[in-house]
């Protein structure tokens, strides 16, 4: 219990103290117009306020990641918690800052907009299919985790059939309507529901004095899995996904001016690493061990392990509520993963989404192919999610350390942490048996150490020579008409 409460308490801390720093060494200007309102457009480009801004970024970042990536995650044990707050704190939180500042300071450019400027237009192509690959499967995933989760709640009174058709119009809706008339009036709500089961959780874990363990290192997986790499592709969300480059930038359009931003991208990215440590702690304490905990989620999957502690700790009322607050996590991600998805496409091909027809050509394929997943297995889909996701963060870490390389600030808070997951992504897709080579770990150790230096040097080698260009990192604001009231 003293470890999940301290680490409860670094995570907040670390907000106060690492995020001003980080917010420092980027260096902020409250008085620059945002992108909300230089390229206001009433649909993607709208100023909304911080309240509504953070919890909007809280519940698109999300997904079942905080919640079901912790929940197999604590098979490993207590080391579990370590990754969560460090990541959280030193990688996650600036990853999602920086993405979401550095966005805003680009009249809200996604990732491959982002990667094509600060590392090369080949990375624009490369990043865009990886970054499409994502939301795709991010969102069909999550169609089908709340549906799910749904139809376990409802006892299957509701075919699952239909709950994922629900689920899919809605989607649409989301995808294509602005950004104020759905998303920014209904996530407030999803957002309450969020918290406050997740608080409810986490006060009965205290209350009833559950045997949360305490630090050790030791990996206590029942299958003896290895901590590193795959501890980092388990539990991503909650420490560091590349998913939410894909999302700051949905709300860097909307961010009325950049003091908010660590409230925002960093606060909220806390606020998720404190989600992901309460769910961890839950299913560590409540099954008898690892165990137990191994049975349940082979018995009914990270679903099951979700309703037995809801249940277990809130009762009926309390618990049905609970599951309700994990069930907005997937599809409050979901439509954003659509939204996204539409958005760099649009970028991509310089296509304007100010009629409604034109972001109708660009979503419907997009449905078409993630109803067409949705006959895949969702452990083969999660799969290739969680690398794809990996390498994701990398890239856009990479791109925090460039810009920052660039204007003379201390790049190592990026840096640092993309070196740590380029060689994590190497190492697993040179071991994982599945997708990748299928490699000895002391094999995959080296081959992931010789190729991270390789892209460490060319990183270096390309950010000194850009350091000597004309190289314009911020768009000038003063050349376009800004159409603000405040």
Known sequence: MITFLVCIVLLIVGYFTYGKFVEKVFGEKEERPTPAYVNADGVDYVPMSTPKNSLIQLLNIAGTGPVFGPIAGALYGPVAFVWIVVGCIFAGAVHDYLTGMISIRNKGAHLPELAAKFLGKVMKHVVNVFALLLLLLVGTVFVSSPAMLIHTLIDGKIALGIIVAVIFIYYILATLLPIDKIIGRLYPFFGALLIIS??????????????????????????????????????????????????????????????????????????????????????????????????????????????????????????????LGVVVLPI??????????????????????????????????????SFALTKIDFNILWRYFSWANGVTAAIALWVGAMYLFLKHKNHWISTIPAIFMTSMCFVYIVYEPNMGFGQSLTTSYIVGAVLTLIVTTIFFVAAFKKRGTEFELDIDVSKYTVKQNS
């Open 332 to 369: 409050t991600s979901g439509d954003t993963a659509f939204r996204a998805a539409r958005m760099i496409i649009a970028d991509y091909f310089k296509f304007p989404q100010m009629k409604i027809l034109s972001r109708i050509w660009i979503a419907l394929p997009l449905f078409a192919l």
């Open 198 to 323: 997740a608080i409810g959780i986490g006060i009965m874990l205290v209350v009833t004095g559950a045997p949360i363990p305490e630090l050790t290192l030791q990996n206590m997986h029942p299958g003896a899995l290895p901590v590193f790499p795959l501890l980092f592709f388990t539990i991503t969300c909650g420490a560091l996904s590349g998913f939410h480059a894909t999302q700051t930038p949905i709300i860097s359009r909307t961010t009325q001016n950049e003091k908010q931003g660590r409230k925002i991208f960093y606060g909220m990215m806390i606020a998720e690493g404190i989600i992901a440590m309460i769910w961890a702690a839950a299913s560590m304490s409540l099954f008898n061990g690892y165990g137990g905990l191994n049975e349940m989620m082979a018995a009914g999957g990270p679903a099951l392990v979700v309703n037995e502690i809801s249940l277990t700790l809130l009762g009926a009322v309390g618990g049905t509520l609970a599951v």
